[in-house]
Nanobody, 122 residues
């Protein structure tokens, strides 16, 4: 059973930066996809970014493109968030797809972290 542990959330002001980390309990993600999703109160879970662990190729949701960067190192995936906006406030979840499919749907990701709160204030 793969466990994902997120960290790095917090309260920041608009236009600030924040980096989230997600550490996997196993190295078997070398052939998989890791992703970040977020969920604001009363809204559906939204795709933020994904990275192919082996190739390093990335893909972003339109709302964060140009501001957020996903990366990986060993068994940790990062989400660097710059120029944060009020609408970025949400619980951010790390997720893993062991089959490495190209998908932005939460249903394609089998493993999930517990989530970390990001709050952006004005």
């Amino acid at each position: 059973q793969v466990q994902l542990l997120e960290s790095g959330g917090g309260l920041v002001q608009a236009r600030d930066s924040l980096r989230l980390s997600c550490t996997a309990s196993t190295h078997t993600f070398s052939s998989a996809v890791m992703g970040w999703f977020r969920q604001a109160p009363g809204k559906e879970r939204e795709f933020v970014a994904r990275i192919d662990w082996r190739r390093g190729s990335t893909y972003y949701g339109d709302s964060v493109k140009g501001r957020f960067t996903i990366s990986r190192d060993k068994n940790t995936v990062y989400l660097q968030m710059n120029s944060l906006k009020l609408e970025d406030t949400a619980v951010y979840y790390c997720a893993g797809d062991p089959y490495g499919r190209f998908s932005t749907s939460p249903s394609s990701f089998a493993y999930w972290g517990q989530g970390t709160q990001v709050t952006v204030s004005s």
